[in-house]
């Protein structure tokens, strides 16, 4: 590996001091575009765009964990304006995917719940995969799912760290 980019050979990574990692960060990427495509896949057959999505999955871990979620909540959560917030909520109400109701800790407030028609909506374009995915690490030794969740831990630090 000279520094010159060449066909076939991994872009980024070009040091020969790198090459024993390469397969590694290579199969990183192939697993990140095949879970874009899922991610497209499933936004296309839910009728969906991906604020959406994600929104409706943190609906769910929330609700399972006992939390409130109010609308100034999913604004943080999502990175987006309260207006670009209520204009999520409104599609995914009058969709049937959320309901909103009175929050009982600040009268000021609505707390943003999932409805059953999105646990059932989301269960039945997902529950395969989830199921070949569990399959997958229930076939690891602990040591490897060890391994596998530092890394994983380690590589969320790594990309946290780039600047804006």
Known sequence: MN????????YWYTEERDAPA???MEALRSYRAAEVAMRRR???????????????RFL???QSGGELVTPA???RHLGITSASTTALLDRLEKSGHIARS???EDRRSVIIEP???SDLEIRHTLSTMHTRMMEVVRGMSEDDRRTVVAFL???EAAVDEIDA
Do not use: C, I, Y
């Open 3 to 10: 520094g010159k980019h060449t066909a076939g050979e991994p």
């Open 22 to 24: 390469v397969s590694v």
């Open 42 to 56: 499933t936004r296309q057959a839910m009728d969906m765009g991906e604020n959406e999505l994600l929104l409706l």
């Open 60 to 62: 769910m871990r929330a």
């Open 73 to 75: 909540v999913v604004s």
């Open 102 to 104: 009175a929050n009982p």
């Open 115 to 117: 409805t059953e028609k």
């Open 153 to 155: 831990a380690a590589m």
